[in-house]
Every structure is written in structure tokens, then in C-alpha cells.
């Protein structure tokens, strides 16, 4: 690292990322642990250090549709949330994913009531995984505050919103050193937004109307998309952000020295007899159970997701196309059903002839803390299991389940 | 031409072949309001009769930009856009949010109080046709005790209409206001003169519905005139806190005496049910209604 | 080729007609006699009231008034606001115009 770097927590940290990238509206409400962003951009703004319109809203649901008009209208938008607060505003999601807006926010990973929990697990942006955002994780506050960047130059070049997610407490409130980036080169790095929607009284158009199912011609003869053909249009571009996303991060590493890794990353694993995969803190955790595994002979690797949606499925296969076994420890269930995590990476398997057993750990729910030496433990407890036959099995980490 | 008549902006912003009902109060009420706007606006407008009368996608019938929103969020939608276009300094434009009486009494209650509160540069506008109309005239806290919808399909609606205006007083905003497409030219004015006020203005128009008050389309501007004269509807505004009747109410204020209920509940059939002690009660509300507004109006 | 839609979100332009020809939404068309509507009686612009109570803004006023049934709803406002009872809603004939 060089240059200017000070101690701050993951919250400051994405509070400078925004600043950077010269925000033009930041609607605000706040809500533990992520409040103390807004906050810091509060004082910015007050004080005349960042030129933006800070909207004191009343309430989440109305934080994303501050941001939702203000994006439309042209404006580079920024808001933070966690946990109920995203849960508030989920139909405002579907709402900017639908209307194509590059909108970013942060989501500062929270677990979800009831009953209440102001503890850090990922329930919260896990549970947002179909609604047409893109999902970074990250894993220290540099990645923060250098993903909200990136963010933006990915957002407003797919036209799709992003969501930058960091562990609660976990890395919001815990200080480490930053390097800040050089504001010119963040606007060499980042060009100004061009919005594709069109609100000026020159040029009258209504945005977001109902649309039937079927296409319909307009006023031109022009056939004009039915509601599905539309959504595909969504799902298209989240899938052609895959390669937006690699070049943008490959571009800021280029000009500022750090790679994040793009939509993966992995840790130890060229020789695995067995691979963790995790997202967020977990799988940073998970390097340091590697570490003791490999102590007393167990060969064991980490594969950390950074991108969750759009999901790295030819990362995926390729980084555990020779596991012989695979463990994912999670911070999320999908009730019914097992670990979101899990599910996804199963599925992104399936039909590669990759057979390894997968075992699902569901770990650190509503803040509940998890060891490098639990994680360990955890991994020597599915390769006994494993070698006993067992395929597939889901656990809870250090809970009560009888 | 009839802006010699009328003095009004002869300019049409509706076109014809939309989808609103024959005989649409809100379509009459909307002429207006964007006459009175002339154009250098932004609309945001939630699920509603009025995103129908707007137009299903690619077409639309209204040559004003506008932004659709969800139901919850329409004063939110509007915050935005007045946030954004002065971040790109272009608040010259003037942001309209309007809703219907589900849209503003009820879901959108929370988004525009807090809008209000800040103080936003908008004007918000509230077309009052009584009932979830959109959807089919289901009940909201803007229908009058009596009325039959389809969730107060036997028994008639229990409670009072809720006092919005009193609610939106409670905001400290420099502008409120009450109108009806019966009076179009008392409704042009007040939007003309709001356009010109800066911070949050509020205007609530009682918007006659044929099918959802059961009466027949070419009834609409008769029955919004006798809701006035009945004294159901009150035209006035509060500028700066300083009430004032305007058009027919200052008529009636000044020269006579509302005309009694009845002659406003008989017409619609969704007061069939209206039991003897329900118009009574209506009577005695907008009989002291009446009397604070002309107690206020002195004082002003 | 049939030309694709270009646009990546739902955003409309305006036209005419967006539900159709609301002509045919009529069961009754306004007929005005000019014998009796002011502004063609006294030969010059007076009155007004159809233009101005018309929802559609399809009133043409001028003398004399003209209405474009093309669009037209056939709701009845303006005759039952006439002052002069110079418009009537002729019913149409079952199963016709």
C-alpha cells in the first residue's frame, strides 16, 4: 500500500467510496449496523465536503424510491441498509431492477426478525437473490470501499443495480487500514452517468406503465416487448454483467494497484483433498481453519465467492472441478430447503460429472460466533462422514438441534 | 376561441382514445390541472385510475412526462425527483405527485407526511373519488359512513371520512387546497397559483366516479356541483395558515345556506342502504363543519 | 425484419388511441342543433360550456361546435349541461349505429 491510508472501520470505508465517486442524491434512514454510513456522508454533505441532495427520508420502503426518481432523472444515487431495512424496501428492489437503474447500495449484513436480531448473519441480500441485483460480497474495508467504486462503473454500464453487502459488526465497525484513492484517478476510472430513461417536459414519455403480456405495436408501427420479453431483457444483462464485472475489476487493478478477484477467489487450493466454499467473513474465516487443517495433514483449500448474482457458474465448475470433497459453510437458509450457497453450487454442477459430496454447514445465524478452530472441526466431521457414505448432509454449527 | 370565455390555457395535454371511463371525473379534474401546469412538469403517479388513464405500454395519453410508482410510494417518487433534478439544477421544473384517496388517506399516508415534513418543493395532489376504484370500489378511509363498496357490500361503510386536510394542516405547508372538476375554472386557478408557491402544496379534489358512486356518466359535473351545494364539499384554501372560501362555498358563505344532504346522497346508488340515523349524522357533520369553516374564514 | 423494441425499460411515447377508437365505446351519440346552440345562434363565440365540461377535450368550439366522434365516449355531459338543451344523445338502434 502506499499513498493515503488511515485506520477506519468498513462503514467509513464505504462511506469514502461514495464520496469519490461524487454522489449526486443519498436518501437515508437508519437501522444497526449500518447507519453510521449515512451518518458520515451527513457530515460530508453539511459541512460542503460532498456536493449532493441528502434526503432524510421516513422510512426504507421510501429510501429506494428517492433513489429509484432521483436515478431516473439522471442523477448518481447512493443509499445504505441492513437487515429489515432491505427487507422494507424488497418491492423497490424488483421495482429498480425492473426499471433498470444503476442504482448502488450497501447492505450490511444483518439477521432477520422474528424474533429480532441485530447480530450479522446474510439472511437479509440472500433472500434479495431473485430480484435482478447484483450481489458483491466483500471481504476487509479496502474491498469495500474499492467494490462500491467498481460498482458504480459496473452499474452504469449494464444499467442494472448493484448491492455491495460486508458482514455486520464484523467488518462495519471494525477498524482497519485503508488506503484512499486518489480522487482524479477515481474519475478518470469512473465516466459520468448517461441515463437511458428520458424525463424532460421536451420530450414527454411515461415510465413504467402497466405492459400486457403480449407484445403490441405502438404509434409507429413499432412491435414493442410484452412483459416477459422485457424481464429476459433483465436476465440477459445480468448475465452479460459477468464479463462487465471481471474488465472492471481488472481495469482498477490496472490503475490502482489491487485486484479483488472479480467473481471469485480461492485460497490453498491446488492440491485440496477438500474444498470450503463460503461468502463474505465466513470464508475468510474458513483460511484460517485451511491453515489448521493443513497443520495436522488435512489438505484443505477455500473458495470464496465475491459475486453471488450474477452466480460465477463457470468459476464455479472450473474451481471445484477436482474436489474430491466440498464443504459450504453459510450464514443463510433457505427454509424448506437448505443453504442458498449450497443449492446454487449444486446446481451449477450438475451435469459437469463433477460427483463429489457436498455437505452444508449453516453457521453464524443471528450473530452466533464461529471459530477458525469450529470450521475446522466442522470439515473434519464431513470427511468421517463422507468417507462413511454420507453424500450429502446439512448441520448446524454449534446449535441446539435436538 | 374559448380562452377569451374562459381565460384558461386552451391547450390539450389529454388525447383522445384514452382508457379513463366515459364520463371520468378524474379525466375532467386532470384537463385541468395541466392546463394550469402548461407543460414544464414531471408527474409521478402510483397505481391508480389515473396510470390507466395514462396509458398501457408503448403508448401513452398524456403529453407530460411521468414517472409511475409504486402504491405506497407516490410522495417518496416525488421527494426523488425534486432531489435529483436539483442535484442536475434543473429545479425550474415543477414535480406533481398525484394519487387517489387510497393512494394518499390510506397506503401513502406514511411517504407523504414524511415528504410534508421535510418541506419538499412539490405539489401533491389527491383526486378523491371515495373508494379503491381502480380495483374495483373497495373501501377506504376517504368513504363516507353510509356508502356501499365492495367490502361494505351489505352493512355500508361503519366510520366517518377520515379529515386529510386537517391531517396535511398539521404539515405547516404554505398552500392546501379543495376543489372539484364541477368548478373547473375554481380548480385551474388554485393549481395556477400553486404552481407559483414554493415548499409543499396540497390539493384534494372530490372527484365524482360514475360506476364506483353508481349513477349514470352524464350526471358527473351535476353531482360534484351538489356536493358543494350541499356543503358535502367545501371549496376553500388555506394559504399561510389564512383560510378562505373560494368560488360557490364563498357564494354560499356569504349569501346563503348550503342546500340540504339529501339532495347529494339520493342521486347515487351507492347510498341506497343510507339508514335514516347515518344521513342524520351526515347532516349534523357537515352542519358543524360548515360552521367552523365560516368561524375560521372570519378570523382570517 | 420487423424492427426490434430498443428499449431496455418500459417507456412509452404518446399517441392518439391508446385504448383504440373510444368512438365505439358509445351507445348514445350528441347531436347538436344549431338552432339552438348559442354560440351558432348568436353567430360567434359564446357559451361554451360542452368544450369546457367535455372529460376527452374532444369538443371543438367554434361556431358551430364540433365533436369528434372518432373519440368520443358518448358519456352525456354535454347534453345534460347544455343550457340550451341544443344537444341530445340519440340512442343508437340494437345491434347498429
Redesign the interface.
Known amino acids: 500500500m502506499s499513498g493515503n491510508i488511515q485506520i477506519m472501520t468498513g462503514n467509513s470505508a464505504a462511506a469514502y467510496g461514495v464520496k469519490l465517486c461524487k454522489v ?2 443519498v ?1 437515508a434512514y437508519p437501522i444497526t449496523p449500518q447507519t453510521s454510513v449515512t451518518e458520515t456522508i451527513a457530515n460530508w454533505v453539511e459541512r460542503g465536503e460532498l456536493k ?2 441528502y ?5 426504507e ?2 429510501v429506494m ?11 448518481r ?1 447512493f443509499t445504505s441498509t441492513s437487515s429489515h431495512g432491505l427487507l422494507y424496501m424488497h ?2 428492489l424488483h ?1 429498480a431492477a ?3 437503474l444503476p442504482i448502488v447500495i450497501c447492505c450490511v449484513n444483518r439477521g432477520v426478525g422474528a424474533p429480532w436480531s441485530i447480530f450479522n448473519d446474510q439472511q437479509d441480500s440472500i433472500a434479495q437473490r431473485d430480484t435482478g441485483w447484483i450481489q458483491i460480497y466483500c471481504r476487509d474495508n479496502q474491498e469495500i470501499l474499492d467494490s462500491v467504486i467498481q460498482a458504480y462503473r459496473i452499474a452504469e454500464e449494464v ?1 442494472c443495480p448493484v448491492m455491495v453487502c460486508y458482514d455486520g459488526f464484523v467488518l462495519s465497525h471494525t477498524m482497519m487500514p485503508v488506503e484512499i484513492p486518489d480522487a482524479e484517478k477515481v474519475c478518470e476510472y469512473l465516466p459520468p452517468y448517461k441515463p ?6 421536451e ?10 403480456p403480449w ?6 408501427g ?4 410484452g412483459y416477459m ?2 424481464r429476459f ?1 433483465l436476465q440477459h ?1 445480468l448475465e452479460a454483467s459477468h464479463d462487465v464485472i471481471v474488465r472492471a475489476g481488472l481495469e482498477f487493478a490496472e490503475r490502482f494497484g489491487r485486484n479483488h478477484n472479480g467473481m471469485l477467489w480461492d485460497y490453498r487450493t491446488d492440491d485440496a483433498e477438500v474444498l470450503i466454499a463460503g461468502i463474505g467473513s465466513i470464508a475468510t474465516e474458513a483460511t484460517a481453519a485451511a491453515d489448521l487443517l493443513r497443520e495436522e495433514g488435512i489438505r484443505a483449500g477455500v473458495v470464496g465467492l465475491r459475486v453471488y448474482r450474477p452466480f460465477p457458474r463457470e468459476e464455479v465448475r472450473e474451481a471445484f472441478r477436482s474436489a474430491p470433497a466440498i464443504v459450504v459453510f453459510e450464514k443463510d437458509i433457505s427454509y424448506g430447503y437448505e443453504g442458498a450457497l449450497c443449492a446454487d453450487i449444486k446446481a451449477a454442477l450438475y451435469g459437469t460429472g463433477i460427483a463429489a459430496p457436498i455437505h452444508n454447514f449453516i453457521a453464524g445465524l443471528g450473530g452466533r460466533d464461529v471459530k477458525a478452530s469450529e470450521l475446522a472441526e466442522a470439515v473434519r466431521s464431513s470427511l468421517s462422514a463422507i468417507a462413511g457414505g454420507t453424500r450429502e448432509r446439512q448441520t448446524w454449527l454449534n446449535c441446539v438441534t435436538e | 376561441m374559448p380562452e377569451k370565455l374562459f381565460k384558461v390555457n386552451t391547450e390539450e395535454y389529454i388525447l383522445p382514445g384514452n382508457r379513463a371511463c366515459q364520463g371520468c371525473g378524474l379525466t375532467l379534474a386532470y384537463r385541468y390541472i395541466l392546463k394550469a401546469l402548461r407543460g414544464n412538469t414531471i408527474m409521478t403517479v402510483p397505481a391508480s385510475c389515473l396510470t390507466v388513464l395514462h396509458g398501457l405500454y408503448p403508448i401513452t395519453s398524456v403529453e407530460v412526462p411521468c414517472l409511475n410508482c409504486t402504491f405506497a410510494s407516490t410522495a417518496a417518487s416525488a421527494s426523488g425527483l425534486v432531489a435529483g433534478l436539483a442535484a442536475l439544477n434543473r429545479s425550474d421544473t415543477t414535480v406533481v405527485a398525484m394519487a387517489g384517496d387510497g393512494g394518499t388517506f390510506d397506503i401513502g399516508i406514511q411517504a407523504l407526511s414524511g415528504a410534508a415534513e421535510r418541506s419538499t418543493d412539490f405539489i401533491y395532489v389527491c383526486y378523491d373519488n371515495e373508494a379503491y376504484m381502480n380495483t374495483g370500489t373497495q373501501r377506504s378511509s376517504a368513504t363516507p359512513a353510509g356508502a356501499l363498496t365492495t367490502t361494505t357490500p351489505v352493512l355500508t361503510k361503519q366510520q366517518g371520512k377520515k379529515d386529510m386536510m386537517k391531517i396535511m394542516e398539521g404539515h405547516d405547508i404554505p398552500y392546501l387546497a379543495t376543489c372539484t372538476p364541477s368548478f373547473p375554472l375554481d380548480l385551474y386557478d388554485k393549481f395556477v397559483k400553486a404552481k407559483r408557491i414554493k415548499g409543499t402544496r396540497y390539493i384534494q379534489i372530490a372527484t365524482p366516479c360514475p360506476p364506483g358512486w353508481v349513477y349514470p356518466p352524464k350526471d358527473t359535473v351535476k353531482i360534484g356541483r351538489l356536493a358543494v351545494e350541499t356543503g358535502i364539499v367545501v371549496l376553500y384554501e388555506i394559504e399561510n395558515g389564512k383560510f378562505r372560501f373560494t368560488g360557490r362555498s364563498k357564494t354560499l358563505a356569504e349569501k346563503g345556506n348550503p342546500a340540504p344532504v339529501i339532495n347529494f346522497v339520493e342521486r347515487q346508488g351507492r347510498f341506497k342502504k343510507l339508514s335514516m340515523e347515518q344521513l342524520g349524522h351526515l347532516q349534523r357533520w357537515v352542519n358543524s363543519r360548515w360552521a367552523e369553516y365560516l368561524k375560521r374564514a372570519e378570523a382570517s | 425484419m420487423e424492427r426490434k423494441d430498443d428499449n431496455i425499460s418500459a417507456m412509452c411515447k404518446p399517441a392518439v388511441g391508446e385504448a383504440g377508437k373510444t368512438g365505439d365505446w358509445r351507445d348514445a351519440t350528441p347531436v347538436i342543433d344549431p338552432a339552438k346552440c348559442i354560440a351558432s345562434v348568436k353567430n360567434r363565440h359564446a357559451c361554451f360550456l360542452c368544450w369546457l365540461y367535455c372529460p376527452e377535450g374532444i369538443v371543438t368550439a367554434g361556431v358551430p361546435v364540433k365533436i369528434d366522434l372518432e373519440y368520443c365516449k358518448g358519456c352525456g355531459i354535454c347534453a345534460e349541461e347544455c343550457p340550451a338543451k341544443a344537444i341530445t344523445m340519440v340512442m343508437h338502434e340494437e345491434g347498429g349505429k
Not at chain 1, 65 to 75: E, K, M, Q
Not at chain 1, 215 to 220: F, G, H, K, L, S
Open positions: 449526486q442524491v436518501s449532493a441532495e434526503v432524510r427520508v421516513e422510512s420502503h421510501s424510491t428517492v433513489c429509484v426518481a432521483a436515478s431516473t432523472v439522471g442523477a444515487v418491492e423497490q421495482w425492473g426499471s433498470r444499467y437511458h430513461t428520458i424525463l424532460c417536459p420530450d414527454p414519455r411515461n415510465i413504467n406503465p402497466v405492459i400486457f407484445q403490441r405495436r405502438d404509434a409507429e413499432v412491435l414493442r416487448d420479453d422485457m431483457k444483462a
